[in-house]
């Protein structure tokens, strides 16, 4: 990094909102006996086409033209959540952090954290979809390891850890400087938490009602958190699931290791959703990112939460 984007980037941080801003920035809801708050990281501006990386260019602009967003950069909401179940408090994922000065407008989970009440110290379990850099970067920020309890556990696939210590690029398609912040971020991450890991195969109750299990696709570990309590669902579906799914889910996300099998996990996590009108909280659709699926004809389509203050 150049100095002037390490003085422009503490510009960024310094400018930041209050912790008492008045823009919305966490969202609760409660499944049965749990307590959910989804908590906006900010936003991602990746290339527009890495949304749908194997799309007819016109099919896609149109897309992007109907719902009035950009050619150039897709705003890409990104949402992490605390989860209280019983006496445990258990982040999944953590945003972007300070890992890449190119997306000034992420990185807002930790102080956004605080400003919920949510007390570092108080975090008994961290559940990882899946290691890429949006979702393992706020547990890198300067001085939150050290905040964090000694017995802090950290959940995340096994096949994922393996992964990242011989990364395979070859079916992505994301900017070369996105795929070595992904590779950078990843090791830095297993380095500090190690000592922390409790790895699963394909699936682990991490408290009671709250359920991670592998889906693979996006990557070779990603992973899904199914939460129930009484009659009450909601999954988050970390990377599975993205805006332009609904429409198309045969598009390939620049994102993914394996787009063909990214491909599968979402139609069958659509189809569950729908059948079981579970709601679905997601890392990138837009914030409060809480919703339900329906059928719509051979496909499926979003219906966002009608907000509940
Ligand atoms: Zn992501």
């Keep these: 990094?150049?100095?002037?984007?390490?003085?422009?980037?503490?510009?960024?941080?310094?400018?930041?909102?209050?912790p008492d801003e008045l823009v919305p920035s966490r969202y609760a809801v409660r499944v049965g006996d749990i307590d959910v708050l989804i908590i906006s990281d900010g936003i991602l501006t990746p290339p527009a086409e890495s949304m749908a990386t194997n799309?007819?260019?016109?099919?896609?602009?149109a897309w992007l033209d109907e719902r009035f967003l950009s050619k150039v950069a897709f705003d890409w909401a990104l949402n992490a959540v605390v989860v209280r179940s019983g006496d445990q408090t258990i982040l999944i994922d953590s945003g972007l952090g300070e890992e890449y000065p190119d997306f000034p407008r992420a990185g807002q989970f930790v102080h956004r954290l605080e400003a919920a009440g949510v007390d570092l110290a108080a975090v008994t379990d961290v559940v990882l979809t899946h290691m890429h850099f949006?979702?393992?970067?706020?547990?890198?920020?300067?001085?939150?390891?050290?905040?964090?309890r000694p017995d802090l556990r950290v959940h995340v696939c096994a096949a994922e850890t393996k992964f990242w210590q011989a990364p395979d690029f070859s079916l992505t398609a994301m900017p070369p400087a996105l795929a070595d912040l992904a590779r950078k971020a990843s090791l830095e991450f297993l380095n500090a938490y190690r000592s922390?890991?409790?790895?699963?195969?394909q699936q682990a109750q991490v408290a009671p009602g709250v359920v991670v299990t592998r889906t693979g696709g996006h990557t070779p570990g990603h992973s899904v958190v199914r939460i129930s309590s009484g009659d009450e669902r909601l999954m988050f579906g970390g990377d599975a699931l993205f805006p332009v799914s609904f429409d198309h889910p045969e598009w390939h996300n620049g994102f993914e290791h394996d787009p063909d099998e990214a491909t599968r996990v979402r139609l069958r996590l659509m189809k569950e959703l729908a059948e079981t009108g579970s709601w679905l909280v997601s890392t990138h659709m837009p914030?409060?990112?809480?919703?339900?699926?329906?059928?719509?004809?051979?496909?499926?389509?979003?219906?966002?939460?009608?907000?509940?203050?």
């Design 55 to 61: 799309a007819d260019p016109e099919v896609r602009g």
């Design 1 to 18: 990094m150049s100095n002037a984007q390490t003085s422009s980037r503490k510009i960024i941080l310094q400018e930041r909102p209050a």
């Design 196 to 201: 922390h890991l409790r790895t699963f195969d």
């Design 134 to 148: 949006d979702h393992v970067g706020g547990l890198l920020v300067e001085g939150v390891k050290e905040r964090m």
């Design 287 to 309: 914030f409060p990112s809480v919703g339900r699926v329906a059928t719509a004809g051979d496909l499926y389509r979003w219906v966002p939460a009608w907000w509940d203050y």
